[in-house]
């Protein structure tokens, strides 16, 4: 399903699923801007208190029947693919290889 919400947040990007590029780039800048750009300077407590509130963030929007129970059920899916959708520009950006193969 290619759709957007929104202008910034296309969930399927199919011409950039060639090159492994699944978000949008601008999402790909506010994850940046706010994992990266948020963190800069602070202690290892501040910063492992920061990732650790954005990590259960995004498990708690993964859950939309309780953040939104009362949303359609279109809704609530769009919701579970907008987070889905950072969570790639989160592994973008971040350059995460832990699923990578030796």
Request: aromatic share 4%; charged share 20%; glycine share 6%.
């Amino acid at each position: 399903m290619d759709r957007e919400i929104g202008v910034f947040w296309p969930l399927r990007a199919p011409g950039l699923a060639s090159i492994g590029v699944t978000a949008s780039i601008p999402l790909h800048i506010v994850v940046q801007q706010l994992l990266l750009g948020r963190t800069e300077g602070l202690a290892p407590q501040q910063l492992a208190a920061f990732i650790s509130g954005w990590t259960s963030l995004l498990d708690l929007l993964k859950r939309p029947e309780l953040c939104l129970p009362e949303a359609t059920a279109e809704v609530q899916a769009a919701l579970v693919e907008l987070v889905d959708a950072i969570e790639r520009a989160q592994d973008t950006v971040l350059g995460d290889d832990d699923d990578a193969s030796p």
